[in-house]
């Protein structure tokens, strides 16, 4: 018998199975993607937080990967780590959840726990992952459990990570919370019950909805402090010494990743679904991060307008075009809108990025600066995106024809800032 089956082996399964593997559990790693799996058979890693050493760490521990599903039956857990994008209604893309989900209930065996840990709306657990796995004929919480303990990963973070974030649990009955619990405790330092898979599915949204909300007004107040001539960067600073009652946020060209621009609106999706209203924050807080890469758009327009120069046939430079400082994972990143707005004023679009070798937008690939000093000299503007640790952004304000700072890492004496 196996411990544990992860399946889905991307940013928030494969740091999973590492941390199993290295609490002891045997594990394998299910994946529909075969050159994923060879991959990571072969000992090469394609997530950020995870290094070909970890890869050949857990292989050395037993672990491997596959696609063939048959598989999940020898497995005590299965966990669910698959993605669930945004779909055309502005709800979660069930399909990768509902396929993994038909996996397991065709390999389900009595006294298996099984764990979703995908993002969606409340209710999913209870209503889309339940009635497919009881289509085995066995019943949650009598015959199998089932669980939902929402993912918490951060990559990049080299603070916490999987071990010593505080894992949210919940389950379809006590009895399935306690063997949820009880699994997590194995690896996890910290585990947090909730009364019940919808509490632990909201958790998780609420999370992220703060976040969005948050980021949301204070790219609202970069606008308004601009045209008042207030710098927003030395207020948060001020702000911050608060020692209670503030959390700082920061302005930005837009919000990335997979959680922030996506999580909110499955909330506000299934409230309009279900309750028929809308949730204003939320809708609120898109509509403005949304537009943020419109607005550092016209801002650089200005910038050249106000040096004499027509943004038409200008050379921008882009640096950093990933979502975070310091990783690869160029999911939702403002980087791309950005560019198409730059792009469709007539700009001539460059980057340089030390984690990204090439980059398309629209279709287009767009020239990689490989002299970064050189292609700060020839630039008309140079446009912060994303703050790397690579970058001494005051150095480079220097060098630079015109620097736009969209990430407040400059004093400001050489740069413009949002």
């Given at each position: 018998?196996?411990d544990?089956?992860v399946?889905?082996?991307?940013?928030v399964g494969?740091?999973?199975?590492l941390e199993?593997?290295?609490?002891g559990?045997?594990?394998i790693g299910?994946?529909v993607?075969?050159?994923?799996t060879?991959g990571?058979?072969?000992?090469r890693?394609h997530?950020d937080?995870?290094?070909?050493?970890?890869?050949?760490?857990?292989?050395?521990?037993?672990?491997?990967?596959t696609?063939?599903?048959?598989?999940?039956?020898?497995?005590?857990?299965a966990?669910?780590c698959?993605?669930?994008?945004?779909?055309?209604?502005?709800g979660?893309?069930l399909?990768a959840?509902?396929?993994?989900?038909?996996?397991?209930?065709?390999?389900?065996?009595a006294g298996?726990l099984v764990?979703l840990?995908s993002?969606?709306?409340?209710?999913?657990?209870?209503?889309?992952v339940?009635?497919?796995?009881e289509e085995s004929?066995?019943?949650a919480?009598?015959?199998?459990?089932?669980?939902?303990?929402?993912?918490?990963?951060?990559p990049?973070n080299?603070?916490?990570g999987?071990?010593?974030?505080p894992?949210i649990?919940g389950g379809?009955t006590p009895?399935?919370?306690d063997?949820?619990?009880?699994?997590y405790?194995r690896?996890?330092?910290?585990?947090?019950r909730t009364k019940?898979?919808r509490?632990?599915?909201?958790?998780k949204l609420?999370?992220n909805t703060?976040?969005?909300?948050n980021i949301?007004?204070v790219?609202?107040?970069a606008?308004f402090?601009?045209?008042?001539?207030?710098?927003?960067?030395d207020?948060?600073?001020?702000?911050?010494?608060?020692p209670?009652?503030?959390?700082?946020f920061y302005?930005?060209?837009?919000v990335?990743?997979?959680?922030?621009?996506?999580?909110?609106n499955?909330?506000?999706h299934?409230v309009?679904?279900?309750l028929g209203?809308p949730f204003?924050?939320?809708?609120l807080?898109?509509?403005?991060?949304a537009?943020m890469p419109?607005?550092?758009?016209?801002?650089a327009?200005?910038i050249l307008?106000?040096a004499g120069?027509a943004?038409?046939g200008a050379?921008i430079?882009?640096?950093?075009?990933?979502y975070k400082?310091d990783?690869?994972?160029q999911?939702?990143?403002?980087?791309v809108?950005?560019a198409?707005?730059?792009m469709?004023?007539?700009a001539k679009?460059?980057?340089?990025?030390?984690?990204?070798?090439?980059?398309?937008?629209a279709?287009?690939?767009?020239?990689?600066?490989?002299d970064?000093l050189g292609a700060?000299?020839?630039?008309?503007?140079?446009?912060l995106?994303?703050?790397h640790?690579a970058?001494?952004?005051e150095k480079?304000s220097?060098?630079?024809?015109?620097?736009?700072?969209?990430?407040?890492?400059?004093s400001?004496r050489t740069s413009?800032?949002?």
């Amino acid at each position: 018998m196996t411990d544990l089956v992860v399946l889905g082996l991307g940013y928030v399964g494969l740091p999973l199975a590492l941390e199993a593997v290295r609490s002891g559990m045997t594990v394998i790693g299910f994946d529909v993607n075969s050159a994923v799996t060879d991959g990571l058979n072969a000992g090469r890693s394609h997530v950020d937080d995870l290094s070909e050493n970890d890869i050949a760490e857990m292989l050395a521990a037993g672990f491997r990967a596959t696609t063939d599903e048959a598989e999940i039956s020898s497995a005590t857990t299965a966990v669910i780590c698959v993605p669930t994008p945004l779909s055309d209604d502005g709800g979660p893309d069930l399909g990768a959840v509902i396929g993994a989900t038909r996996a397991v209930s065709r390999n389900l065996r009595a006294g298996m726990l099984v764990v979703l840990e995908s993002t969606t709306y409340p209710g999913t657990t209870d209503e889309v992952v339940r009635p497919i796995l009881e289509e085995s004929g066995l019943t949650a919480g009598v015959d199998f459990h089932l669980g939902f303990s929402p993912e918490r990963i951060d990559p990049g973070n080299q603070k916490f990570g999987p071990r010593n974030t505080p894992k949210i649990v919940g389950g379809d009955t006590p009895g399935c919370v306690d063997r949820t619990a009880e699994f997590y405790s194995r690896f996890v330092e910290t585990v947090v019950r909730t009364k019940g898979t919808r509490e632990a599915e909201t958790a998780k949204l609420l999370e992220n909805t703060y976040r969005h909300v948050n980021i949301a007004l204070v790219n609202e107040m970069a606008r308004f402090c601009h045209e008042l001539g207030i710098d927003l960067w030395d207020v948060i600073n001020a702000a911050g010494t608060k020692p209670f009652g503030f959390h700082a946020f920061y302005p930005g060209p837009g919000v990335g990743g997979h959680c922030i621009p996506i999580d909110p609106n499955y909330l506000s999706h299934n409230v309009r679904a279900r309750l028929g209203y809308p949730f204003r924050f939320v809708e609120l807080a898109q509509e403005i991060n949304a537009t943020m890469p419109t607005y550092v758009g016209r801002r650089a327009q200005n910038i050249l307008n106000d040096a004499g120069l027509a943004i038409n046939g200008a050379r921008i430079l882009l640096l950093g075009v990933t979502y975070k400082a310091d990783i690869a994972d160029q999911r939702e990143s403002p980087a791309v809108p950005l560019a198409r707005v730059l792009m469709g004023l007539g700009a001539k679009i460059t980057y340089h990025d030390p984690n990204i070798e090439s980059w398309r937008v629209a279709g287009t690939e767009v020239q990689r600066a490989d002299d970064l000093l050189g292609a700060l000299s020839e630039a008309d503007l140079v446009i912060l995106v994303q703050n790397h640790s690579a970058y001494d952004a005051e150095k480079l304000s220097q060098v630079a024809k015109r620097f736009f700072d969209t990430r407040g890492a400059t004093s400001g004496r050489t740069s413009h800032r949002l």
